[in-house]
């Protein structure tokens, strides 16, 4: 027979998959009132996901405050307690989160959060050696070699940041933000008719990127395409 803190968990899925997050909150806090530690955790996260759902930003971060609180160890709850500081641009906070879950259990998405919580504050040389940190655990991770493309673009390590925005398109051929990174980069080499390629395939892969229809009208002005530079603009406003 079902426990009471299973039938709770089962009335909060109901409520969460038909967009009742208050309520599925409300059942999800009945379950982990009635289990171990470990699962309150879980169950605290879920309601902290409630939380963001209805656009509750400081309310999921008090949910996920009790999950840590329930489960101190727990990378999952620690890299969600980033990821929230990281959408309420708070990335020193962030990055003191991702830290925590890193000394727990190193994960190359752990590094990569924790580079672009660095990124977030202009600190480049820590973000480059995170995002390094998550290549030596995983060296085809396409979203590694994807920021420390673009951090590096940032620091104006121009050939740098091509080599690794190339690596991600060869993991992930179909990796249209890498695509419209590449062109902005190969437009900052000065090598126009190469960045509009690459501009171009970004925007078949995804029409609705904005940057890539924002660089891209750039390098048509550049190249002399009006028109073409028109379009685009407007089709990226």
């Not at 727990?104 to 995002?131: E, H, M, R, W």
Request: a positive charge.
């Amino acid at each position: 027979s079902k426990t009471n803190a299973e039938t709770y968990f089962e009335k909060a899925i109901a409520a969460k998959d038909a967009g009742h997050f208050q309520r599925a909150k409300q059942w999800f806090s009945k379950a982990a009132e009635l289990s171990d530690r470990t699962k309150q955790a879980l169950f605290w996260l879920m309601a902290a996901d409630c939380d963001k759902q209805q656009g509750r930003l400081s309310d999921a971060l008090q949910s996920l405050r009790i999950a840590n609180r329930c489960n101190p160890t727990s990378h999952m709850v620690l890299v969600s307690i980033g990821l929230l500081h990281l959408e309420m641009e708070k990335p020193k906070l962030a990055q003191r989160a991702f830290q925590k879950a890193i000394h727990i259990k190193p994960t190359s998405v752990g590094y990569i959060f924790l580079g672009n919580a660095f990124c977030q504050q202009g600190q480049f040389d820590q973000s480059k050696s995170c995002y390094q940190l998550a290549l030596r655990l995983e060296p085809d991770n396409e979203e590694a070699h994807y920021n420390l493309g673009v951090c590096c673009r940032d620091d104006m390590q121009y050939s740098r940041a091509e080599k690794h925005l190339r690596r991600a398109i060869e993991i992930d051929p179909k990796y249209a933000m890498a695509y419209a990174e590449l062109g902005s980069v190969l437009f900052k080499k000065k090598r126009y008719q190469e960045s509009y390629k690459a501009l171009q395939r970004s925007v078949k892969l995804d029409p609705d990127y904005y940057w890539s229809r924002l660089y891209l009208a750039v390098t048509n002005v550049v190249l002399g395409h009006l028109k073409e530079a028109q379009k685009q603009y407007h089709q990226a406003i």
